[in-house]
């Protein structure tokens, strides 16, 4: 009592979507995860370039 050829056939179709799937949900999850931490780091450096500014604009107007 094996498995036909067309039920084998729709075994490896099926399988072959799961694992498809699966590829693009880590690939779309990847670069979401690496778009929030560039999004992060560019605005901490930004935000530091401004603490800067502000730090020294002090010292240049008093010199």
């Known amino acids: ?13 099926t399988f072959i979507y799961i694992g ?5 949900i ?5 670069a979401t995860i690496s778009a929030i ?3 992060l780091i560019a605005t ?8 800067k500014k502000n730090l020294v604009l002090p010292f240049v107007l008093f010199a």
């Open 1 to 13: 009592m094996g498995l036909s050829k067309n039920a084998f056939f729709f075994t490896c179709v």
């Open 20 to 24: 498809a799937l699966s590829i693009t």
């Open 26 to 30: 880590f690939v779309i999850s990847s």
């Open 37 to 39: 931490v560039a999004s």
């Open 44 to 51: 901490r450096r930004k935000g530091q370039m401004h603490e």
